[in-house]
């Protein structure tokens, strides 16, 4: 299965139910490592017993069951632990930003949140408020189109909420080492999804926003410290949304960032070609 395809698609182009509609049988055993343990996880990877920090999620789901029962799994976990469980989009940012800054961290995002703002325009916020963190959008009755659209808003991966608890959790995890993620998602789908993400990006722009504007005050020539004080974000910050513009343009350096962005009207450049080869 090659999941190139699907990220190279999605960066080009810029229900209450019960324990059982998410296979946490009764019978099934609610410790669910996805693959053989190492002696650091068997000893324990929780910070209370001298391990390496856990997985923080952050949990979103409108639904009280679905939310709990989520969030209980994911806590069983030596390697996991839920972080922020919300029911809404501004509950999830609100809570977000009280949390202390790790990069160890995916936000699970049902796309059935509702309301002013719903669950792809939480993941729109997320990517471009907090870059490092990890999105995984998720639904119990998705479609394809859902599917696609999470990924085009900015979704590292989709779990289908039915989907079993080892392939879910797996896909948690998986998410969080950097992989893109389809989990429980029908095969016959996936070269759909990437023609949908390809199709969406000919009418959007490649870069966000926040993206744009990064690369825009980078053109000036100045470094990722120059360019955090100037728009009032953290150094690591800025370094995450020009991996992240690298990463959607298919380049490896600033001034290759900047010609091809420039070359798409996504930003306007002087002539400042030397101060972007010292810092590129």
Known sequence: MNWDILDHARRSSGLGLGLNDYGLSPMVNPILPARPMSQTEKRGTSPRDG??????????????????GIGLLIDTQPDLEVLVRAGTAD??????RRLRRRADLVALVAVEVDGQHDGYWLIHELREQFPQ?????????PDRMAVSRALFVGADGFIHKRAHPVEFLDGLRRAGAGEMVLAG????????????????GETAWTLTAREREVLSVAAEGLTARGIATRLA???????????NIYGKLGVNSRVAAVTTAARKGLVVVGGRAAELDRVG
């Open 233 to 243: 974000l953290s150094e690591r910050t800025v370094t995450t949304h020009l991996a």
């Open 91 to 96: 509950e999830a940012l609100e809570d977000l």
């Open 51 to 68: 391990g390496s920090r856990r997985l923080g999620v952050i949990l979103v789901d409108p639904f009280h069951v679905a939310r709990e």
């Open 133 to 141: 963190i990890r999105i995984v959008a998720s639904a119990a009755l």
């Open 185 to 200: 998602v029908p095969r016959e789908w996936l070269g759909p999804i990437a023609g949908d993400v390809e199709r969406q």
